[in-house]
């Protein structure tokens, strides 16, 4: 046996990312939860490395900086028994298709909403990606220290808006100023936010009726006597607590609190390791499954991250592993070339840079230095093992831009630069019908930029474009197809296989093309 300790190293991996809209807290719980496994010393050192541009997210001036492998990427932490995998997903100015993909690398994730605003536009959209993968979904409703909306009401608006099954794993008594703790549905105790103004112990046992001690301070408090009225409500109206549900996706836990005072950080965290899954198989594009213990490293790269410092050429690829162990040096199989590589030149996200390892198993993600090898979605395998991991989605892109090459005369680099990076997923190509005028299509603003410096110094094609704004692209059959249903409100294009889309202004567009062709059928990509 290769690794004796394969299956117990794949069962304490809980690999995640958290999903928010810009603001809602993530980096500062992000924080908190490294703090608690160790892996930085001192709030604020994840917080820096986002307000430079998108420049300084080199991972390895970061790294360089603080002496500890502390990346925008993974970051990993052991807590307890569990070895913990954060995969970033930026949702500000880096946000991307690259944000979308990470998702399908993940095993669960961790949405997380501000109690003031509830369910905003991004946490919506990150959402839908996740839970059309049918992962488990665990819901942190932040800054609890604020004055907020009614806890009530942001569990009907999860449900409203999202359209998923709610479980309160603890209830706020009292909020903002009056934030005295949480009541712990899930574990039958009370988390004091000011233990030193009552009995001195943070967490406080409740008897069998579901109560506070008689003789406890906070007994007196009104906020507490209405959160039990609500608690009982809650068990009586709300859904079960229901595992199966939760690892289908179908329900998802929710938890109050506030990251910025670290308070109810802790419980989140232990409870999710406890219910998050570790690795399962992974589909192949022939419907078949790999288990993540089968002894021999398979994975499949689900992000390159090109270094945008011009002296150097190199990007990374980002490697879920699948299943078996990865070992430095090691010689793997590309599977869409049938060409042989060697993982040398191979780097690890351990958070903590005392631990040296050199392993990595299922569960894992290893960042492999690449100089124009990989794409998106190639599959890695070692050994004898041939599987071919399923393709990732292509998500309906929302900002588009017209595009051409500035020099007339350049045309063939401008058509190759595009075509690749196409190909490597960094960009959507799409075509007017049929002028076959080039239009590129992406889901975040900084694709384009990347888009144009890429080409610039890797294709030495200068490229204009002209921005055509936000679109909402429908898909149509192409039986469906009658040129005539362009006008001044869509465009009608193709895609890179020539399938046809309609790219509409706006919702009023849309609609008034489905009440007039009520018969053709409108689709999106994920
Ligand atoms: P991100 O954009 O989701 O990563 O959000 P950040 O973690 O950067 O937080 C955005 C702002 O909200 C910062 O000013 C934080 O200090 C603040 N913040 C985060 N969590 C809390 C919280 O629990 N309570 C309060 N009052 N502010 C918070």
């Known amino acids: 046996?290769?690794?004796?300790?394969?299956?117990?190293?794949?069962?304490?991996?809980?690999?995640?990312?958290?999903?928010?809209?810009?603001?809602?807290?993530?980096?500062?719980i992000t924080e908190q939860l490294l703090l608690f496994g160790g892996a930085i010393r001192q709030a604020g050192t994840v917080k820096g490395k986002k307000t430079g541009n998108f420049a300084k997210s080199d991972w390895m001036e970061i790294e360089k900086q603080r002496g500890i492998s502390v990346t925008s990427s993974v970051m990993q932490f052991d807590y307890q028994d569990k070895r913990v995998n954060i995969l970033d997903t930026p949702g500000h100015e880096d946000f991307s298709e690259d944000t979308y993909r990470t998702l399908m690398a993940v095993d669960s994730a961790v949405m997380v909403i501000d109690s003031a605003k509830g369910i905003e536009a991004q946490t919506k959209k990150l959402f839908q990606?996740?839970?059309?993968?049918?992962?488990?979904?665990?819901?942190?409703?932040?800054?609890?220290?604020?004055?907020?909306?009614?806890?009530?009401?942001?569990?009907?608006?999860?449900?409203?808006?999202?359209?998923?099954?709610?479980y309160p794993m603890n209830w706020p008594i009292g909020m903002g100023k009056g934030m005295e703790g949480l009541y712990d549905i899930f574990n039958d105790r009370v988390e004091l936010y000011r233990p030193e103004n009552y009995d001195g112990e943070r967490l406080v046992a409740l008897d069998a009726n579901g109560e506070l001690p008689a003789t406890h301070k906070l007994t007196e408090n009104s906020v507490y006597h209405q959160v039990l009225e609500?608690?009982?409500?809650?068990?009586?109206?709300?859904?079960?607590?229901?595992?199966?549900?939760?690892?289908?996706?179908?329900?998802?836990?929710?938890?109050?609190?506030?990251?910025?005072?670290?308070?109810?950080?802790?419980?989140?965290?232990?409870?999710?390791?406890?219910f998050a899954p570790a690795p399962h198989s992974h589909p192949t594009?022939?419907?078949?499954?790999?288990?993540?213990?089968?002894?021999?490293?398979?994975?499949?790269?689900?992000?390159?991250?090109?270094?945008?410092?011009?002296?150097?050429?190199d990007r990374i690829a980002f490697v879920r592993i699948c299943s078996g162990t990865f070992e430095r040096g090691m010689d793997v199989n590309l599977q869409r070339t049938g060409k042989k590589t060697?993982?040398?030149?191979?780097?690890?996200?351990?958070?903590?840079?005392?631990?040296?390892?050199?392993?990595?198993?299922?569960?894992?993600?290893?960042?492999?230095?690449?100089?124009?090898?990989?794409?998106?979605?190639?599959?890695?395998?070692?050994?004898?093992?041939?599987?071919?991991?399923?393709?990732?989605?292509?998500?309906?892109?929302?900002?588009?831009?017209?595009?051409?090459?500035?020099?007339?005369?350049?045309?063939k680099s401008f058509h190759k630069g595009i075509y690749q990076l196409v190909q490597e997923g960094a960009i959507q190509?799409?075509?007017?019908?049929?002028?076959?005028?080039?239009?590129?299509?992406?889901?975040?603003?900084?694709?384009?930029?990347?888009?144009?410096?890429?080409?610039?110094?890797?294709?030495?094609?200068?490229?204009?474009?002209?921005?055509?704004?936000?679109?909402i692209a429908r898909w149509i059959d192409p039986e469906d197809l009658d040129e005539r249903m362009s006008s001044s409100r869509n465009i009608l294009a193709k895609d890179r296989f020539d399938q046809p889309l309609f790219l509409f202004e706006n919702q009023f567009a849309e609609r008034w093309f489905t009440e007039k062709y009520p018969e053709v059928k409108l689709k999106t990509l994920l």
């Open 1 to 28: 046996m290769k690794n004796p300790n394969l299956h117990q190293q794949v069962d304490s991996r809980r690999t995640f990312a958290i999903i928010s809209h810009p603001d809602a807290g993530k980096t500062t």
């Open 129 to 166: 990606v996740v839970k059309k993968r049918g992962i488990p979904i665990f819901t942190f409703i932040n800054k609890l220290d604020r004055d907020g909306r009614e806890p009530l009401e942001l569990l009907e608006e999860l449900e409203d808006l999202l359209n998923i099954e709610s």
């Open 230 to 274: 609500e608690v009982e409500l809650l068990k009586e109206a709300g859904d079960e607590f229901d595992v199966d549900k939760i690892t289908r996706g179908e329900q998802t836990p929710v938890f109050f609190g506030s990251a910025l005072t670290n308070f109810g950080v802790q419980t989140f965290l232990e409870t999710f390791l406890q």
């Open 285 to 313: 594009v022939d419907g078949q499954e790999v288990s993540p213990y089968e002894e021999e490293f398979s994975g499949f790269v689900f992000k390159i991250q090109a270094n945008m410092n011009p002296a150097h050429r």
């Open 342 to 411: 060697k993982l040398s030149n191979v780097t690890q996200f351990m958070a903590d840079a005392r631990e040296n390892i050199e392993e990595a198993v299922a569960g894992d993600i290893i960042g492999v230095y690449d100089t124009g090898t990989y794409q998106i979605g190639d599959t890695l395998t070692e050994g004898k093992l041939k599987v071919e991991y399923e393709e990732l989605p292509s998500f309906t892109p929302e900002l588009f831009m017209k595009v051409t090459a500035k020099n007339v005369m350049k045309q």
């Open 429 to 471: 190509l799409y075509k007017t019908y049929l002028a076959d005028e080039y239009i590129i299509g992406a889901v975040g603003q900084l694709q384009f930029e990347v888009f144009q410096y890429r080409m610039l110094n890797e294709y030495n094609s200068e490229v204009i474009m002209t921005p055509m704004g936000n679109k």
